[in-house]
């Protein structure tokens, strides 16, 4: 994670999105399925099912509890923020 913007769609943005929020979990000794709720913060509702696609792929089964929500603009110009809450032991 550098902080560094990656990709010019919504798709490519929510792929690096999602990496960036599994290094994080990893790196406290959780995963994906720790997670119980998450925030989709969207420029553009178009955008909606591309990422669904990618958010699905990381939560196969027993998605946590989901908003996603339409912003007028998100911080770097960036098309897609995806907030996550997870518990661990």
Do not use: H, W
Not at 58 to 67: I, N, Q
């Amino acid at each position: 994670m550098t902080g560094e913007i990656r990709g010019a769609t919504c798709a490519e943005q929510a792929e690096q999105v999602m990496e960036n929020i599994g290094a994080m979990l990893a790196a406290v000794g959780v995963d994906f399925t720790a997670v119980v709720k998450t925030t989709i913060f969207l420029t553009d509702l178009a955008d909606f099912a591309a990422v669904n696609e990618i958010y699905g792929r990381r939560f196969p089964v027993d998605p946590p509890a989901r908003s996603t929500v339409e912003v007028k603009g998100l911080p770097r110009g960036v098309k897609v923020e995806i907030e996550v809450v997870a518990f661990g032991d």
